[in-house]
């Protein structure tokens, strides 16, 4: 982690489950270079945790608010966070 990264949480809401989203978030994640997790919620939702530069985390905060294909996306709203750099994983993936 450089002076520039960050670790931000996102909640993401609307027709986001069954439609790959979390595969959708993981490619744009490791395309972008990032490292985090990416879940379902037992609301319908998915959570996204990622760690980077601010500036590239931009730029998978404008892909949450698009989705894949078949993904109607409400609301990305950016959430607290208690993550530190240890709980994450190294790469981008989904767990459960």
Do not use: C
């Not at 490619?27 to 980077?52: M, Q």
């Not at 959430?79 to 459960?96: K, T, Y």
């Amino acid at each position: 982690m450089t002076a520039s990264d960050e670790i931000r949480r996102w909640a993401v809401r609307g027709v986001v489950q069954r439609v790959g989203f979390r595969m959708f978030v993981v490619r744009e994640a490791k395309r972008l270079g990032l490292r985090g997790t990416v879940r379902n919620t037992s609301e319908g939702g998915v959570d996204v945790v990622a760690t980077g530069p601010y500036e590239v985390l931009d730029q998978l905060y404008e892909k949450l608010r698009i989705g894949p294909d078949g993904a109607v996306v409400e609301s990305v709203e950016q959430i607290s966070h208690d993550d530190s750099l240890d709980d994450l994983p190294h790469i981008f993936m989904i767990v459960s």
